[in-house]
Nanobody
Framework: QVQPVESGGGLVKAGESLKLSCASS????????MGWYRQFPGEQRELVAR???????NYADSVKGRFTISGDNAKNTVYLQMNSLKLEDTGVYHC?????????WGQGTQVTISS
C-alpha cells in the first residue's frame, strides 16, 4: 500500500525557516504531480503548493515568494522550503502524490510558528 510520509515539521519563531520532506513508501505508478496542502483547526485543507512532473509549479497567494516546492520524480519525493514564516502559517501540512491510479496522502506534520 502506498503511504507518503512527511518529516521536517516543528516549532520555529516567526521569520525563521523550515523544510518539509515527503517520500512515498512505494513508487507511484505514472506519477503526475506532487504537492502540499495545509489544514487549520476547524477548516478544510487548502493548497499550499503543487508541482507537476514537468516542473510546473503553482502556489497559494499567501505563500508566493516565501515557499518553494521541489520534487524528485524518480524517488517520488517532494519538498517544501518555507522561509519568512508567519504566525498564520501554523497548521498541519499534508503531502500528496497524484498518479494514474489515484491520489495518496500523508498523515500530516505539524508546523507551529511562535512570536
Amino acid at each position: 500500500q502506498v503511504q507518503p510520509v512527511e518529516s521536517g515539521g516543528g516549532l520555529v519563531k516567526a521569520g525563521e525557516s523550515l523544510k518539509l520532506s515527503c517520500a512515498s513508501s512505494q513508487k507511484i505508478f505514472k506519477l503526475k504531480a506532487m504537492g502540499w496542502y495545509r489544514q487549520f483547526p476547524g477548516e478544510q485543507r487548502e493548497l499550499v503548493a503543487r508541482i507537476t512532473t514537468d516542473g510546473t509549479t503553482n502556489y497559494a497567494d499567501s505563500v508566493k515568494g516565501r515557499f518553494t516546492i521541489s520534487g524528485d520524480n524518480a524517488k517520488n519525493t517532494v519538498y517544501l522550503q518555507m522561509n519568512s514564516l508567519k504566525l498564520e502559517d501554523t497548521g498541519v501540512y499534508h503531502c500528496y502524490f497524484w498518479g494514474l491510479l489515484g491520489e495518496y496522502w500523508g498523515q500530516g506534520t505539524q508546523v507551529t510558528i511562535s512570536s
